[in-house]
């Protein structure tokens, strides 16, 4: 089983393009999400998606928009990208979002760097 | 909102024990996670409290204090592969999850 994958595993990227960042899970789960990592801070949640057809704000949603037309896929895009962008982007996905024990299961990461 | 604190750095020795300490505060609580990191690599899960007490898995327990919003990662005998960062998240109300900055753990031979 592959889990979880992301593509692409970094790009540099020049300030005003746009991209999308693509996730993958084959796991059949409920719940996806996007987290950026940049050093002392941690990860932070950028959007969620509890459900196929649903999305939610995160904690950093701004410059960022989401879609999940289906299960298995979550993109990410960057409209413009902006210099602060620039972090490693984790996707993740857990089953049952409101479950007891419910665990999230990361993605490799992707390593953006905007110019 | 999450506010989510833990030490920036630990070094300890190879076959010691090593306390990696996690203090939050919280306007919901649903669960506390830890979660180990390599360098360059995706967390992840290593542990999951919900109540009080302490939660054994081999080398690496976790405890758990609502009351005082406080946690701990024991690491025991520690190996040189256990290097890495470790990652207190705290899940909120609406099941979303907080992390802390993360712990960097140098385990010396």
């Known amino acids: 089983t592959a889990g979880i994958t992301q593509a692409p595993t970094s790009q540099i990227l020049a300030a005003g393009r746009s991209m999308t960042l693509r996730c993958t899970q084959d796991m059949r789960h409920n719940a996806m999400y996007w987290y950026r990592q940049d050093l002392g801070l941690g990860l932070r949640l950028i959007h969620y998606?509890?459900?196929?057809?649903?999305?939610g704000k995160g904690e950093v949603p701004d410059g960022y928009s989401v879609s999940r037309a289906n299960t298995d896929d979550f993109p990410l895009t960057l409209a413009s990208a902006v210099p602060s962008q620039t972090s490693v982007y984790f996707c993740?996905?857990?089953?049952?979002?409101?479950?007891?024990?419910?665990?999230?299961?990361f993605g490799p990461g992707t390593r953006l760097t905007v110019l | 909102g999450q506010n989510i604190d833990q030490p920036t750095e630990m070094t300890a020795t190879e076959g010691a024990i090593v306390q990696i300490n996690c203090t939050y505060q919280?306007?919901?609580?649903?669960?506390l996670f830890w979660y180990q990191q390599h360098a360059g690599e995706a967390p992840t899960f290593l542990s999951y409290?919900?109540?009080?007490g302490l939660e054994e898995k081999g080398r690496f327990s976790s405890f758990l204090s609502r009351s005082k919003g406080y946690s701990y990662l024991l690491l025991k005998e520690l190996q040189m592969k256990d290097s890495a960062s470790y990652l207190c998240a705290v899940r909120d109300s609406d099941y979303k999850l907080s992390f802390g900055a993360g712990t960097t753990v140098t385990v010396r031979a």
């Open positions: 998606s509890n459900t196929a057809g649903t999305t």
């Open positions: 993740a996905s857990s089953d049952s979002p409101g479950g007891g024990g419910d665990t999230q299961y």
């Open positions: 409290n919900v109540l009080d």
């Open positions: 919280t306007s919901g609580f649903n669960g």
